[in-house]
Structures are given as structure tokens and as C-alpha cells.
């Protein structure tokens, strides 16, 4: 385990900043849950 | 319910969802232009396309008119409708 006293710093989180460029057309929006393609991301099937 | 009014009331519905994603947005980001014109672009295609529908069909929320008989009452329920 680390001490505290090590030099380790706490974590930090970024989050870039979105920038709007295109859109979905409303009903594929609505189907996929966003309208910002750049924020699609499905989960998807995991093969074990 | 019809397939005409199914189709009018998605359409409706897919406005409303593009209309709360793009006002999330500029609520951080109040100085995008473009986000701005396409939303109140859609804001006016959502009202126009949610008086049609409720002047054929009725009200979708309270505080709207109704024709006689008080439509409200009017099935089916949102939960009873078959989307697919």
C-alpha cells in the first residue's frame, strides 16, 4: 500500500468540451438517446 | 390509435427530445450561435407540431384546450399505446 506521504497525487479528471457540429435528425435521436453523434456510444455485446 | 396519429405523436415526441438535448447543451454553452438558431428552430417546428396534434386529437398536457366532449379522459393512456 502507498502511505500518504509519498509523493502521489490525488486524481484529477478532465472532461474535453464539447463542441457542436452536427446533429441526428430528431427520430434517430430519440432511437439512440442522443442527439450528438460524438455521444453515441451503445453498449454492446460482450462475447466471454 | 391510428397509425396516422402514432406517427404524428412520435414525430412529436422525436422534437421534444431533440429540443431538451439542445437546450442542455447551451445551458454550457450560452454563446454558441449555431446551437442557439437550431434550437429555436426546432423549438417552432415542436409548437407547430404539437398544436396539430392537439387540435386533432386533444391534450397531451394539462393547461391546453379541449374540444367537447372534455377529451382528457380519452383513451388510450401513454403507458397503453403499442410504440413499435
Redesign the interface.
Given at each position: 500500500m502507498y502511505s500518504p506521504n509519498d509523493q502521489m497525487r490525488l486524481a484529477r479528471a478532465y472532461v474535453p468540451f464539447q463542441i457542436y457540429s452536427e446533429r441526428l435528425n430528431p427520430m434517430e435521436g430519440l432511437m439512440k438517446g442522443t442527439i450528438f453523434p460524438e455521444l453515441y456510444f451503445p453498449y454492446r455485446e460482450h462475447k466471454r | 390509435m391510428n397509425r396516422e396519429q402514432l406517427c404524428q405523436l412520435?414525430?412529436l415526441?422525436?422534437?421534444e427530445?431533440?429540443a431538451l438535448?439542445?437546450h442542455l447543451?447551451l445551458d454550457?454553452?450560452p454563446t454558441?450561435q449555431?446551437?442557439l438558431m437550431?434550437y429555436n428552430s426546432?423549438v417552432q417546428q415542436l409548437t407547430i407540431a404539437r398544436q396539430r396534434y392537439q387540435e386533432r386529437y386533444g391534450p397531451i398536457t394539462y393547461g391546453e384546450p379541449s374540444a367537447y366532449p372534455w377529451q382528457w379522459i380519452n383513451e388510450p393512456w401513454p403507458w397503453e399505446i403499442c410504440y413499435e
Amino acid at each position: 500500500m502507498y502511505s500518504p506521504n509519498d509523493q502521489m497525487r490525488l486524481a484529477r479528471a478532465y472532461v474535453p468540451f464539447q463542441i457542436y457540429s452536427e446533429r441526428l435528425n430528431p427520430m434517430e435521436g430519440l432511437m439512440k438517446g442522443t442527439i450528438f453523434p460524438e455521444l453515441y456510444f451503445p453498449y454492446r455485446e460482450h462475447k466471454r | 390509435m391510428n397509425r396516422e396519429q402514432l406517427c404524428q405523436l412520435k414525430e412529436l415526441m422525436a422534437l421534444e427530445f431533440t429540443a431538451l438535448e439542445l437546450h442542455l447543451y447551451l445551458d454550457t454553452h450560452p454563446t454558441d450561435q449555431r446551437a442557439l438558431m437550431d434550437y429555436n428552430s426546432v423549438v417552432q417546428q415542436l409548437t407547430i407540431a404539437r398544436q396539430r396534434y392537439q387540435e386533432r386529437y386533444g391534450p397531451i398536457t394539462y393547461g391546453e384546450p379541449s374540444a367537447y366532449p372534455w377529451q382528457w379522459i380519452n383513451e388510450p393512456w401513454p403507458w397503453e399505446i403499442c410504440y413499435e
